[in-house]
């Protein structure tokens, strides 16, 4: 609801003492003279502040939001305090309405309980109020001649505040407020009061402020929101007098949704020890989207802190954060996820004027959780703009305007692995943009259709890592092929272009040159060069078969490379073999992927030969089981694993059996051969008296051996 009107109403018994003493000094600074003096507030003047209370906080957090109207009566006259006027909604305005009221004026109470007319005052605010809350705001006004428009839903809220005695009273209000709201209606539609609008719903809410322990008591009690009509409910509070500022203050927050933050640990100088200084609390009144929205950053606030005094009160609902003092003054760069105004509960307390001076003098104040770790964890941040104090709102997380987190404990590898600029790129080509609207009545052109074509084409053969991608990686040497394919349309100046890389890349290759892969982690390092134009042919194959159907020209370049790859020697030996296919129906491992993992099974298998196993495998010692590959396992292993791993059907040269043989070849040509391989056929037997049925200890000669023996 975002009108309220408060009526604040004296009749007889607002005379009467509230019952909350004060003691002032009398004697105006001069030792020994004067005295004290105990004075008591009446039912009237806590009334009063109260209101003024309520208003202020509303004022404070709502400027342009809600408004609030205020009016005063007594037995005499019904006079407003302020209007729907913009430049009426502030503080002096109220405090200056109060000030030309005055004391209200009312008869002696000789019959305080059924006095000559004690409820008229009431029922004329209330007809007042009524009158109030039909006329429109500068906001309603400024919708209802908006041509076009609905008009919008006129709601609001009356505060009836006044000094009842018995539930009959009360009652009688509620009848009267069922009776006006109907009858201001049937007004309004009847002569079309442009400056009025019909009420479509109106909460009475009645606080009735009694004195404890009054005789006779007071039989009014609180009473739940009811339903008078379809367009008037009913809420009825009875506050002691002496605690109706601090019931203000809770309706307040029931009324604009509104929490409270104590900020706690304050540093403060004590005027009186000097040097000394002591911690104190201080009370802030916000939204509730203040707490909330940190509770959406996964980050959980302290328990609430309720003082005793306020335990049975179900509006209060405070969080307690600490003041953190900051080790740099530069706190102009925290960064935050909303602003909310706020206001002090208790604005004429010394800890709450230090606290508001020192935030408006420019000086921003961290808070923080309470600590259930080692760690300080900054949820807020309160600080000034244009002389009102905003609560910041600051992830205690990441925030959003930080770099993105470090991806080095991805299964990647570090972070110079992933392709971030290449998936930044991705990203921006596959953009969404409004299309005119008779593009869209087309179906074959419809956007959407294409869209998603487009990004599945895309992402069909896109690498994460670096290391997982040749293509990617020699982009430079590549350039213009990666980008040219991915595009709908290619002329046959770029498709020149893209043949002239594969040519490049295939006299590279014959001419036996190195490719420049950097050796960054991964299998890329100690691959050998046949491996590698292996790879790329492969994964070139795989990217230029995704953009084939784009156009002909994109079918003529994949068929210039499946001609120029049949060709090359690396890629011969691929297709010759083809995979074993298995009994079950799970696809078959392609040649290069299968005769990759040979390889590293091959070098892992040599690492862990000893040393004479190693030398009789370089040696190509084919009664060595170490030299060859075991093709065929026991019977017995068969039986068990029905799945065939797939292998090659003829014997594949490893990348270890080559370069040891190409190791042979330079060996044997750069010295003279050795006489036992001349004699016995390349290759000399050695050990010879193992075969035999002699014994070694026979062979041995010497005294030393035979005694060790």
């Given at each position: 609801m975002e009108k309220t009107v408060i009526v604040i109403a004296a009749n007889s018994l607002s005379i009467q003492p509230c019952g909350e003493h004060m003691t002032f000094d009398l004697s105006l600074g001069k030792k020994g003279s004067g005295g004290t003096k105990a004075f008591s507030k009446s039912l009237w003047t806590c009334c009063v502040g109260a209101v003024i209370e309520y208003c202020r906080i509303a004022f404070d957090l709502f400027p342009d939001q809600h408004?609030?109207?205020?009016?005063?009566?007594?037995?005499?006259k019904c006079q407003p305090i302020n209007s729907w006027r913009d430049e009426d909604q502030e503080m002096g305005k109220v405090l200056s309405g109060f000030q030309k009221f005055g004391y209200p004026h009312f008869h002696p109470p000789q019959n305080p309980a059924h006095g000559p007319g004690h409820l008229s005052p009431c029922l004329q605010g209330l007809q007042y109020a009524v009158r109030c809350l039909a006329q429109l705001t500068a906001t309603q006004y400024a919708v209802t001649t908006c041509p076009g428009r609905k008009p919008p839903a006129n709601q609001g809220r009356i505060l009836f505040v006044s000094t009842l005695k018995t539930s009959t009273d009360v009652k009688e209000l509620e009848k009267g407020i069922v009776s006006m709201v109907r009858s201001e209606n049937a007004d309004i539609k009847q002569k079309q009061d442009p400056a009025r609008l019909a009420i479509n719903h109106c909460q009475l809410v009645v606080v009735n402020t009694h004195i404890p322990g009054q005789h006779p008591p007071c039989d009014i009690k609180d009473?739940?929101?009811?339903?008078?009509?379809?367009?008037?409910?009913?809420?009825?509070?009875?506050?002691?007098?002496?605690?109706?500022?601090?019931?203000f203050i809770s309706l307040n927050k029931l009324h604009f949704n509104l929490k409270s933050t104590i900020v706690t640990g304050i540093p403060m100088k004590e005027e009186q020890s000097g040097g000394s200084s002591a911690n104190y609390d201080v009370e802030l009144i916000h939204l509730a989207e203040a707490h909330r929205d940190v509770l959406r950053a996964n980050c959980t606030l302290g328990p609430p802190s309720i003082s005793k005094k306020d335990a049975k009160d179900p509006h209060k609902d405070t969080v307690t954060l600490k003041w953190s003092t900051p080790k740099s003054a530069s706190l102009d760069l925290q960064y935050c996820t909303s602003a909310f105004r706020v206001s002090p509960s208790n604005v004429m307390s010394r800890p709450t004027i230090c606290l508001i001076n020192f935030v408006l003098s420019g000086k921003p104040v961290l808070l923080e959780q309470p600590r259930k770790g080692p760690n300080k964890i900054i949820s807020h941040v309160l600080t000034s703009h244009t002389g009102a104090i905003f609560l910041h709102c600051v992830p205690p997380s990441r925030s959003y305007l930080d770099e993105p987190p470090s991806i080095s404990e991805g299964f990647g590898g570090r972070v110079t692995d992933y392709r971030i600029s290449d998936f930044s790129l991705l990203v921006q080509e596959n953009q969404l943009a409004p299309i005119p609207p008779d593009r869209t009545k087309i179906p074959s052109v419809f956007p959407i259709g294409r869209a998603l074509a487009k990004l599945e084409k895309d992402t069909r053969h896109w690498p994460i890592v670096y290391n997982d991608t040749i293509v990617y990686t020699l982009s430079q040497e590549l350039e213009p092929l990666p980008q040219v394919v991915k595009r709908d349309i290619m002329s046959d100046a770029e498709l020149e272009e893209c043949k002239k890389v594969i040519r490049s890349l295939q006299s590279k290759e014959m001419a036996n040159e190195q490719l420049p892969i950097p050796s960054s982690g991964g299998r890329n390092k100690g691959v050998r060069r046949e491996e590698q134009y292996r790879s790329l042919w492969s994964e070139m194959e795989n990217l230029l078969k995704v953009y084939s159907s784009n156009s002909e020209r994109h079918r003529h370049l994949f068929e210039f490379l499946l001609g120029v790859t049949a060709q090359l020697p690396s890629m011969q030996t691929a297709r010759k073999t083809p995979p074993i296919k298995s009994e079950s129906n799970t696809p078959a491992t392609t040649p290069t992927a299968a005769k990759t993992e040979l390889a590293w099974q091959e070098m892992d298998r040599y690492q862990r030969m000893t040393e004479r196993e190693k030398s009789d495998f370089n040696l190509g010692d084919k009664n060595n089981e170490h030299g060859t590959w075991k093709e065929n396992s026991a019977p017995s292993q068969q039986k068990q694993q029905p799945k065939l791993v797939p292998m090659p059907a003829k014997p594949v040269a490893s990348v270890l059996s080559i370069w040891s043989a190409r190791q042979r070849n330079k060996a044997s040509s750069s010295h003279m051969e050795f006489a036992g391989r001349m004699s016995y056929g390349n290759r000399a037997e050695l050990y010879t008296t193992l075969k035999s049925n002699t014994r070694w200890d026979d062979v041995m000669v010497g005294t030393k051996w035979n005694g060790r023996h």
């Open positions: 408004q609030v109207c205020v009016a005063a009566v007594d037995e005499v009473s739940p929101l009811t339903q008078l009509s379809s367009q008037v409910s009913s809420v009825v509070y009875s506050f002691p007098a002496k605690m109706l500022l601090d019931k």
